[in-house]
């Protein structure tokens, strides 16, 4: 069994440089996967990200380790994240969506997956009048599917050939998770 993950953190804006290097590589490594593409990212100024990070809505989680490469002192990098936004339009703002959620590849199987997304369920838990978390996962990415269902997430629907990378197409997923409140 591995040792138990990091506790994850939330990402300031003073975290915006270090996390675009992050999404740079989720965006390469795991192109499928991602609305946007490293062509797409490659523009995004640190400003947007910082941005992001500021706004009481929004979070990024994220864990750090100082076994990463390219390990600046003081300021490792990070290896895995996940996204929340709340909703916001008057009648959805009971609904948030989780997002680019993502694990380094040399750091799988050593829950930080899990980590990651069950920090983006709390954080949502603490948004005052948020009962439904939604998101969206690629056919092509079975280990998240597997890894959001195991948290409690429920599929509902699937969008075919929802992504078109390459000479490929994959099927989305669509899964939400009611809250329990207490």
Not at 44 to 72: E, N, P
Not at 137 to 152: I, K, M, Q, T
Request: aromatic share 10%.
């Amino acid at each position: 069994m591995p040792p138990s993950a990091p506790t994850p953190i939330r990402l300031t804006p003073a975290d915006a440089e270090r996390y675009a290097r992050l999404r740079r590589k989720m965006l390469a490594e795991a192109p499928w996967a991602f609305d946007a593409g490293p062509d797409n990212e490659q523009g995004v100024a640190h400003d947007v990200y910082a941005r992001m990070f500021a706004d009481d809505q929004h979070a990024v989680l994220a864990i750090a380790t100082a076994y990463s490469w390219g390990l600046t002192p003081g300021q490792p990098d990070l290896v895995a994240a996940a996204g929340i936004t709340r909703m916001r339009a008057q009648k959805f703002a009971h609904r948030a969506r989780i997002w680019g959620v993502y694990v380094d590849s040399a750091h799988r199987r050593r829950g930080l997956g899990r980590a990651v997304v069950s920090a983006a369920i709390r954080c949502g838990r603490g948004w005052a009048g948020v009962d439904y978390l939604d998101l969206g996962v690629s056919e092509n990415s079975p280990e998240a599917r597997w890894l959001f269902e195991g948290l409690g997430f429920k599929q509902w629907g699937r969008e075919p050939e929802a992504t078109d990378h390459g000479a490929q197409r994959f099927d989305e997923i669509y899964m939400t998770m009611k809250l329990k409140r207490s």
